[in-house]
């Protein structure tokens, strides 16, 4: 489905009433995005929601208790302990897991962010390239963003599988699921729009299994795998609906996968 392949006024009506039912703070308590939302620090918000969203996998109640033990072992103040943590200060997270992400990957992300924020203010100048504002989506931000992260001197080799880039043809969905809590801003309080480089017109739909599900249901795709290029389409799509803002139907096909429309 393309412009040339118009999306129908049914499901483009479906789509707007969705994202007005689920686009509200009543979504935020049982979503992984109430992780960041604890916070008021750009830098506390960015961690715990990079954080939130690489571990967004499972049971969304899982994955809040886990971001809320990473809470915890960071004494409730993540940016601070990035930047001053001693190295005996490292051993309470030996003991973390979470499906494959195990203590040597969480230990490089704490260096990642100490290392990172010792230069720079925000996260999202992790993802920015020249002339960032000019590109048509974030794909290349997100292979900037990839080089970057795992292009420190001791990076672990393991710890690549949790950081997607398009060109491993991932769908990147975690990604493009943080880059969406930063970059969208509207009034109803859910998605942060605390970063003002990348533009919303630029971010890429989330693909989880709900959203592709009932994407496909509703012919907004027509891939048959789900990778990068899915993401696209399924962007492109929406985009033909909101050129500015494609994403905010993201709420409408997570909402009405987790409903079992389909």
Request: one cysteine or more; proline letters at 6%; charged letters at 20%.
């Amino acid at each position: 489905m393309s412009a040339n392949n118009p999306v129908s006024s049914y499901v483009a009506d479906l789509l707007e009433r969705k994202v007005e039912q689920y686009n509200r703070p009543v979504f935020i308590p049982h979503d992984p995005i109430s992780i960041p939302h604890r916070f008021s620090l750009l830098q506390d918000i960015e961690i715990m929601g990079f954080w939130a969203s690489i571990l967004a996998w499972g049971q969304r109640k899982t994955i809040i208790n886990k971001c809320l033990e990473l809470e915890s072992l960071m004494d409730h103040a993540p940016y601070d302990f990035v930047r001053n943590h001693q190295e005996s200060d490292l051993k309470r997270f030996l003991a973390f897991k979470h499906r494959t992400f195990n203590a040597t990957d969480t230990l490089y992300f704490l260096h990642f962010f100490h290392t990172f924020y010792q230069s720079h203010t925000s996260l999202e100048e992790a993802f920015l390239i020249p002339e960032s504002t000019n590109q048509l989506t974030v794909e290349p931000l997100l292979i900037a963003f990839h080089n970057q992260f795992c292009g420190l001197e001791d990076f672990p080799p393991r710890t690549a599988k949790h950081i997607a880039t398009p060109l491993r043809k991932s769908s990147c969905k975690r990604l493009n699921m943080f880059l969406r809590w930063m970059v969208r801003h509207d009034d109803r309080g859910v998605d942060f729009g605390l970063w003002k480089t990348i533009q919303p017109a630029q971010l890429i739909a989330p693909c989880d299994v709900h959203v592709d599900r009932v994407a496909r249901h509703l012919g907004l795709i027509q891939r048959p795998k789900t990778d990068w290029q899915t993401a696209v389409e399924l962007t492109a799509t929406l985009r033909t609906l909101d050129p500015h803002d494609p994403v905010k139907y993201d709420f409408a096909l997570f909402g009405l996968g987790i409903e079992g429309f389909v």
